[in-house]
Nanobody, 124 residues
Framework: QVQLVESGGGLVQAGGSLRLSCAAS????????MGWFRQAPGKEREFVTI????????YYADSVKGRFTISRDNAKNTVYLQMNSLKPEDTAVYYC?????????????????WGQGTQVTVSS
């Protein structure tokens, strides 16, 4: 079992930056692929990015490619999302999620564990 707790959300102006953190409990964190999703009001939860268990492989949604960077520190049981050049359309609740296998299917249904989410608001 893995429990996930996000932090680092907040209010930022367009063009600004935020770094989200996701702290995981459990000794098996290093064996999980970890992803970030986001959900804006009235919209479905959407995939943002994922990182492999080793950190050697990452993948990004086109909407954030070149602006967001995912990373992980397995010694600290933490995954990060560095968000730069933020836009108002990035406003959403951001969730981290984990799963035990590699797959090119990034549907939320393929992830076993979820955090409670952290709000990111980008003002114009």
């Amino acid at each position: 079992q893995v429990q996930l707790v996000e932090s680092g959300g907040g209010l930022v102006q367009a063009g600004g930056s935020l770094r989200l953190s996701c702290a995981a409990s459990g000794r098996t964190f290093s064996s999980y692929a970890m992803g970030w999703f986001r959900q804006a009001p009235g919209k479905e939860r959407e995939f943002v990015t994922i990182i492999s268990w080793s950190g050697g492989s990452t993948y990004y949604a086109d909407s954030v490619k070149g602006r967001f960077t995912i990373s992980r520190d397995n010694a600290k049981n933490t995954v990060y999302l560095q968000m730069n050049s933020l836009k108002p359309e990035d406003t959403a609740v951001y969730y981290c999620a984990g799963r035990t296998y590699d797959s090119s299917n990034y549907s939320p249904a393929t992830f076993h564990y979820w955090g409670q989410g952290t709000q990111v608001t980008v003002s114009s």
